[in-house]
């Protein structure tokens, strides 16, 4: 069950109603990250999934919004308020939670949703992927995290966790809580059956 104050209270993991995705404002430099985004929106929807995302309407983000939508599906944005002055809303969604800040915007995507995706993205998509990790190993939330590793582009973060792993910086719960997949429906087939590391004992010095 989550423990983020405030939340509502989260569904059945197997069920996986409603899914977070991180990725891109941008659409990278490869064709493949825009296939990859637009299948995967395909399959939130074949598995009766709602999204949930950052509410932008570029990039990555525009294509798995769209993507959702015309198949049908149900798409729902946060954003904060700096962004919706910028025009980068996505003004077609099912429902835009606008709030005050990106910890909110953090915050309220993770009271919202089952489980986390991160799709290729930069530095806003890494530091919401990592935070959501952080909030994991503190008990903060007990839902699962997952890079869906398209064209490779995660195995950085992948070989940088086998590495603080090495160097005694990650232990093996927590190394092995992230879940890292080239196939979207067997990342989401994971996901579902996800249990959560026992906790807890990662405040001593080896986890300094």
Known sequence: MSRLAGSEKPSTLAAMQRICVFCGSSPGTRPEFTEATEGFARLIVERGMTLVYGGAKLGLMGVLADTVLAEGGEAIGVIPSVLTRKEIVHEGLTKLHEVSSMHERKARMA??????????????????????????????????????????????????????????????????????????????????????????????????
């Not at 008990?139 to 792993?165: M, R």
């Open 111 to 208: 009271e919202l949703s089952d489980g986390f995706v991160s799709l290729p993205g930069g530095l806003g998509t890494w530091e919401e992927t990592f935070e959501m990790l952080t909030w994991a190993q503190l008990g903060i939330h007990d839902k699962p995290c997952a890079l869906l590793n398209v064209s490779g582009y995660f195995t950085p973060v992948v070989d940088l966790f086998e590495h603080a792993l090495e160097e005694g910086f990650l232990r093996r719960p927590y190394h092995d809580m992230l879940i890292v997949e080239t196939s979207g429906e067997t990342l989401l087939d994971r996901m579902a059956s996800y249990e959560p590391p026992a906790r807890h004992e990662w405040l001593s010095a080896h986890d300094a």
